[in-house]
């Protein structure tokens, strides 16, 4: 069985009143490794599904942005901030 790959989100632009994915918004996230490409669906440790829609662009050292999507069909959902801010886990599926 193949090991899954996880890494980090290392910062957000987002402040704690921000609701990001509100309306199918594109949501920044911004992690330490090259890690999340095009079409990638990624899972935060707590359960929240995104698909990638950019490929990861550098940011600074060791932080990678990439727009992703929340996966919902409901457009009031959203992304708690404290699930884009450094340290939060995220998987490739």
């Keep these: ?6 890494t980090e989100a290392v910062a957000t632009n987002y402040t704690k009143d921000d609701k990001p994915g509100l309306n199918f918004s594109k949501i920044e996230l911004i992690l330490k490794d090259k890690f999340a490409f095009k ?3 990624l899972e ?16 600074g050292k060791n932080k990678y942005l990439s727009l992703v999507l ?5 457009q009031a959902d959203f992304i708690p901030v404290s699930e884009l ?5 995220w998987e490739i599926l």
Excluded at 70 to 74: A, I, K, P, W
Excluded at 85 to 89: D, L, N, V
């Design 70 to 74: 929340l996966e919902t069909n409901d």
């Design 85 to 89: 801010t450094a340290g939060t886990k």
């Design 39 to 41: 079409n990638y669906i």
């Design 1 to 6: 069985m193949e090991e899954n790959k996880w």
């Design 44 to 59: 935060s440790e707590t359960g929240y599904t995104v698909r990638v829609v950019t490929d990861p662009q550098e940011v």
